[in-house]
């Protein structure tokens, strides 16, 4: 499995209401919902963001409430995976049960930059910097990992494991 896109860039403690503002919660389309994602600190965000692209953040990102609405509308935005220092624990969890790939890696985070252009290999944890020409080493996701975020999250891993 492998991502390749262009980064967005953001700083440390971002948090859920800035991922996506409480005020736009009831919204029950995800697409419509997902079209507010990080309006508060880049109003371009949902302009700039093409299919694939990579989000990196510095430390604590997904900090705040315990909301899934967050990691969902930064997947259906079209980020591929988000990399970041230290991701707060429950939007990390949250993320992985809705099947969108995180990574921690402090040295990406502090290397990579706004519109870099990025590939990350999820099997080995290699996060290339195709823009500077470095790589950076991450976790690899453990097998039953890779079997949710391919399955597209939690529950669709468990229906077909059900349907085996």
Do not use: W
Not at 5 to 24: E, F, K, M, S, W
Not at 48 to 68: L, T
């Amino acid at each position: 499995m492998k991502a390749h896109g262009l980064v967005h860039q953001y700083g440390d403690n971002v948090d859920t209401d800035v991922i996506i503002p409480a005020r736009y919660l009831n919204i029950m389309d995800r697409k419509e919902l997902a079209s507010h994602c990080m309006e508060d600190i880049d109003a371009d965000f949902v302009k700039k963001v093409k299919p694939g692209d990579i989000m990196v953040a510095h430390s604590n990102f997904g900090c705040g409430s315990s909301r899934e609405h967050a990691p969902l509308v930064i997947k259906e935005s079209g980020i591929s995976v988000v990399i970041a220092s230290t991701f707060a624990r429950i939007f990390y969890r949250n993320a992985i049960n809705i099947g969108l790939p995180i990574m921690e890696c402090p040295e990406a985070a502090e290397k990579i930059q706004d519109g870099d252009e990025v590939e990350v290999d999820f099997d080995t944890g290699v996060i290339t910097n195709l823009t500077k020409n470095e790589t950076y080493q991450a976790q690899p996701f453990p097998e039953f990992i890779k079997e949710i975020i391919n399955a597209n999250g939690l529950l669709n891993s468990i229906k077909q494991k059900q349907g085996k």
